[in-house]
C-alpha cells in the first residue's frame, strides 16, 4: 500500500538556519505530493504541494520539489524563524479525492 | 475564503456516552474526510464521503458511524466512548477534479474530545 516516511524529530535549528525535512514516499501511480504544518495546538494547514514529477511547491520560503527517481519530496527552507516551530507532516493522495496518507510528522523547534 | 467549520471545537464525555461531532465543508466541495489524532501521533484516516456516498473507508471502529447530508455537512457520531478515543478530531474537504488530478484536501481546526 502507499506509504510516506520522514526522518524523524525532533529537529532543533538556530534561528537563520538552513532547514531539510526528508520525506520518501511509497505509492502505484502518479501520487500528488503535500506538506501540511500543525502549528502548537491547532489544526492542519496546508503548506505547499506538487501534484507532478518536476514540479515545485513553495510557500512562505518553504519549497519542495517532487522527485520521481528517488521518490523523495524534501522540505525546505533557506533561513527558518522562530515563528516555523510546528509539526510538519509530509503527505501523499494516490488518485483523485483519496484520502491523504501522512508521515509520521517530524517536530520543529527553533531557538532564538 | 471560507474554510471547513467544525463543532464543538472542545468537549468531554465520560466512558461509556456518545459523542457528534459535526463537520460543514467548503462550500462547493463535494468530498468529506474524518481523520483521528492521538497525542504526539499523525493523522489516522476514519472514513470519507463523496456525492453523500462513503467512498473510502479506514481505521474507524465499529462504535463509529458517520454520514453526510444533503447540504454537504458531515457528523461523526461515536457510541460507547472509550478513554483511548481521547483524540483531536480532523474533517476536510476537497473538491474531486478527477482520477488525474491533485486534488487539494483542507482541514478544519479540529475538535477535541476528551473521554473520562
Known amino acids: 500500500g502507499n506509504s510516506v516516511t520522514q526522518m524523524e524529530g525532533p529537529v532543533t535549528l538556530s534561528e537563520e538556519a538552513f532547514l531539510t525535512i526528508n520525506c520518501t514516499y511509497t505509492?502505484?501511480?502518479?501520487?500528488?505530493l503535500f506538506w501540511y504544518v500543525q502549528y502548537p495546538g491547532e489544526g492542519l494547514q496546508l503548506l505547499l504541494k506538487?501534484?507532478?514529477?518536476?514540479d515545485k511547491g513553495s510557500n512562505k520560503g518553504f519549497e519542495a520539489t517532487y522527485r520521481k527517481e528517488t521518490t523523495s519530496f524534501h522540505l525546505e527552507k533557506g533561513s527558518v524563524q522562530v515563528s516555523d516551530s510546528a509539526v510538519y507532516f509530509c503527505?501523499?493522495?494516490?488518485?483523485?479525492?483519496?484520502?491523504?496518507?501522512f508521515g509520521k510528522g517530524t517536530r520543529l523547534s527553533v531557538i532564538a | 475564503a471560507a474554510g471547513v467549520i467544525q463543532s464543538p471545537r472542545h468537549l468531554i464525555k465520560e466512558k461509556r456516552e456518545t459523542a457528534t461531532l459535526k463537520c460543514y465543508p467548503i462550500?462547493?466541495?463535494?468530498?468529506v474526510y474524518w481523520y483521528q489524532q492521538g497525542p504526539g501521533q499523525d493523522p489516522q484516516f476514519l472514513i470519507s464521503?463523496?456525492?453523500?456516498?462513503?467512498?473510502d473507508k479506514g481505521s474507524i471502529p465499529d462504535r463509529f458511524s458517520a454520514q453526510q447530508f444533503s447540504d454537504y455537512h458531515s457528523e461523526l457520531n461515536m457510541s460507547s466512548l472509550e478513554l483511548g478515543d481521547s483524540a483531536l478530531y480532523f474533517c476536510?474537504?476537497?473538491?474531486?477534479?478527477?482520477?488525474?488530478?491533485?486534488?487539494?484536501?483542507?482541514f478544519g481546526e479540529g475538535s477535541w474530545l476528551t473521554v473520562v
Open positions: 503527505a501523499l493522495s494516490d488518485r483523485g479525492n483519496t484520502p491523504l496518507v
Open positions: 462550500p462547493r466541495h463535494d468530498t
Open positions: 506538487a501534484t507532478k514529477a518536476d
Open positions: 505509492a502505484t501511480g502518479y501520487p500528488s
Open positions: 476536510a474537504s476537497s473538491l474531486d477534479l478527477g482520477p488525474f488530478s491533485g486534488n487539494t484536501i483542507y
Open positions: 464521503f463523496y456525492e453523500k456516498m462513503q467512498s
